[in-house]
Each structure stands twice: as C-alpha cells, then as structure tokens.
C-alpha cells in the first residue's frame, strides 16, 4: 500500500534559522510526489512536483528534493510568513489516487 | 478570477440530517475531487471525477454521495449514513487524470450537532 510519512510533526525555528522537513514514501511506481502548503482554515496551495530521483524544484526560500525514498523541502533563512502546514503526497502506478501526509507545522519566530 | 470555490464556509446540521456541499471551478478542468481532512490525519479521498456524468470512489466513499451534471459543479452530499461527519471538506481539481497538479478550494467546515 502506498504511504507517506512526513517528519517532524511540529518545528520552530528562529527568523533567518534554515532547515528541512522530511517526507518519506513508499509507493509501486512513482508518478508524482507533490508538496502543498496549507494554512489554518484554508485549503492547501500547490507549491511543487517532483517525478523523479534527483530532480530539484526552488521557488523563493523553499527547495524540494526528490530521491528514491525521500522528499525534502529545504527553507533557507525563513521569515514569520514561512509559517504554516507543509504537505507531502504521492501518487503511484496503481490508480489515480493521492496519497496525503500529516504534515509539518512550521512556525517562524521573529 | 479563475478559481474553485466552496460554499458554505461553515455549515452546522443536526445528526440524521443530509447536507449537501458546494464546489464550482472556473478553470476548464475536467477532474474534480473531493477529500476530507481530520486533525492528525492526512487528506482522505472521498470521490473523484474525470469527466462529466462519471466518478469514482475513494478510500472513504461510504456514507457519501456525489454529481457531476456539469463540468463546472461537482457537489458533495453527506447522508445520515456517514457515522463521524464533522470535519473539514476541500474540494480540488486538476486539468486531468494524466496531469496530476491538484489545486484546491478553501473549504467546508461541517459540525453535525
């Protein structure tokens, strides 16, 4: 069965203070891991795709990338607006479906 | 604005009742979805549809119904039948099956009391 595993649940970090949210997959055929950004009481915004090993996306502060068992979204020197629910999904060979992580919650301090 | 939305916001229903939520896209996409999300839980995936007149069931299609007369509309209907229904709905599209970037609507909050 296909899953993803996001880690961690939570993270705090300080203004300009860069690090990585882990999303860790395990899928037949991989079609597609897909990061969403969603904050509290909205619906998740698209932010990147990733179909294959090696591949890396960047869009201001965030940076994806992609290997055979793992995602991970690197943000450097993030600001307050950074802070929200960071989610990971894939979608296998197996059908059309989507599979969602939990997510992270990032919060940025200033 | 191209875009989808979802109507209600919020939406409170007495237990045993049928609610019905909307959501309209004006993005020319064929597929549409519907999921459910619960704290501490990913996205679940209720229904979906590639095309008008068609759908399919997802992961947790029990206790829900769903149309898609229209290939702008694609409401979601919860019966009596669905044992736990508060939660929050997001409705998404995407161009097609084949492409698979899913944009989102803001959402539904539903409390059955």
């Known amino acids: 069965e296909d899953q993803v595993t996001q880690s961690p649940e939570a993270l705090r970090l300080q203004e300009g203070e860069s690090s990585s949210l882990n999303c860790s997959y395990t899928?037949?055929?991989?079609?597609?891991l897909f990061w969403y950004r969603q904050d509290p009481g909205k619906g998740p915004e698209f932010l990147f795709t990733?179909?294959?090993a090696g591949e890396e996306k960047e869009k201001e502060r965030l940076k994806a990338t992609l290997t055979k068992k793992e995602s991970f979204l690197h943000i450097t020197a993030p600001k307050p607006e950074d802070s929200a629910t960071y989610l990971c999904?894939?979608?296998?060979?197996?059908?059309?479906?989507?599979?969602f992580g939990t997510g992270t919650s990032l919060t940025v301090i200033p | 604005d191209g875009g989808i939305t979802q109507s209600p916001k919020y939406l409170f229903r007495k237990e045993g009742q049928n609610v019905t939520l909307s959501c309209e896209q004006n993005?020319?996409?064929?597929?549409m979805y519907w999921y459910r999300q619960d704290p501490g839980q990913g996205l679940r995936l209720i229904y979906y549809?590639?095309?008008?007149?068609?759908?399919q069931k997802g992961d947790i299609a029990e206790g829900y119904s769903v149309s898609r007369e229209k290939k702008e509309s694609f409401p979601l209907t919860v019966t009596s039948a669905q044992k736990n229904p508060t939660a929050f709905y997001l409705c998404?599209?995407?161009?097609?099956?084949?492409?698979?970037?899913?944009?989102f609507g803001p959402g539904t909050r539903l409390t059955v009391l």
């Open positions: 998404a599209s995407s161009i097609d099956l084949r492409v698979p970037e899913q944009f």
């Open positions: 899928v037949s055929g991989l079609r597609g």
């Open positions: 990733l179909y294959s």
């Open positions: 999904a894939v979608r296998g060979n197996t059908g059309n479906q989507f599979y």
């Open positions: 993005l020319n996409h064929d597929a």
């Open positions: 549809s590639q095309i008008v007149n068609d759908f």
